[in-house]
């Protein structure tokens, strides 16, 4: 999996190995899962749980985690998702540390994972699932050609569904 890496202006990201777990589960807050469909895990232990399951699936590239970080320093800034990677119409997700948040940070590696993805996999379209009110995603997939498919209602929140062409 070290042959997949994905960079912008400002960042790089790479698949999630076990190395990573420490330094992703110190970005993980309760302000930056308010939007996501899950909560915080509570110890490394929950969080190994987690992240046990998604190797099988980067090493088959069925499904990414990517591990973002910023290129001057090298510090972690959160996980790019691209989900069910080989259907054809895949599904985007993205969550950065807080401290990350306001920076262009989200829609620049949306962007590079867009272009990754439509050079190296059949893309259809993307799928971005996001909460109605998180603006700051919503703006991201508008500014990729997002447009509005679905409407879900989740436990935690409302949410729209994108469909962003491929590139």
Same mark, same amino acid.
Not at 26 to 53: H, L, N, Q, Y
Not at 57 to 79: F, M, N, Y
Not at 89 to 97: A, C, D, Y
Not at 104 to 110: D, H, K, Q, T, Y
């Given at each position: 999996?070290?042959?997949?890496?994905?960079?912008?202006?400002?960042?790089?990201? $790479? %698949?999630?190995?076990?190395?990573?777990?420490?330094e =992703?589960?110190?970005?993980?807050?309760?302000?930056?899962? &308010?939007?996501?469909?899950?909560?915080? %895990?509570?110890?490394?232990?929950?969080?190994?749980?987690?992240? $046990?399951?998604?190797?099988?699936?980067?090493?088959?590239r069925?499904?990414? !985690?990517?591990?973002?970080?910023?290129?001057?320093?090298?510090h972690?800034?959160?996980?790019?998702?691209? !989900?069910?990677?080989?259907?054809?119409?895949?599904?985007?997700?993205?969550?950065l540390? +807080?401290?990350?948040?306001?920076?262009?940070?989200? &829609?620049?590696?949306?962007?590079?994972?867009?272009?990754?993805?439509?050079?190296?996999?059949?893309?259809? +379209?993307?799928? +971005?699932? =996001?909460?109605?009110?998180?603006?700051?995603?919503?703006?991201?997939?508008?500014?990729?050609?997002?447009?509005?498919?679905? $409407?879900?209602?989740?436990?935690? +929140? &409302?949410? =729209? =569904?994108?469909?962003? %062409?491929?590139?």
């Amino acid at each position: 999996m070290s042959d997949i890496e994905i960079s912008s202006a400002r960042t790089i990201a $790479r %698949p999630f190995t076990p190395h990573d777990a420490a330094e =992703v589960l110190s970005c993980i807050s309760g302000e930056i899962t &308010r939007f996501m469909a899950w909560e915080p %895990p509570a110890s490394m232990a929950d969080f190994a749980e987690v992240w $046990r399951d998604w190797l099988p699936a980067i090493e088959e590239r069925s499904d990414l !985690h990517l591990v973002a970080r910023d290129k001057s320093e090298g510090h972690c800034l959160g996980i790019v998702g691209l !989900h069910a990677l080989k259907s054809g119409t895949p599904e985007l997700g993205i969550w950065l540390r +807080y401290d990350a948040h306001g920076m262009g940070l989200g &829609r620049e590696l949306i962007g590079a994972a867009i272009a990754w993805a439509s050079k190296n996999v059949r893309i259809e +379209y993307f799928e +971005y699932p =996001v909460a109605e009110e998180n603006i700051a995603c919503r703006q991201i997939a508008e500014a990729y050609g997002g447009q509005i498919m679905e $409407r879900r209602i989740n436990p935690k +929140y &409302r949410s =729209v =569904v994108y469909h962003i %062409p491929s590139v």
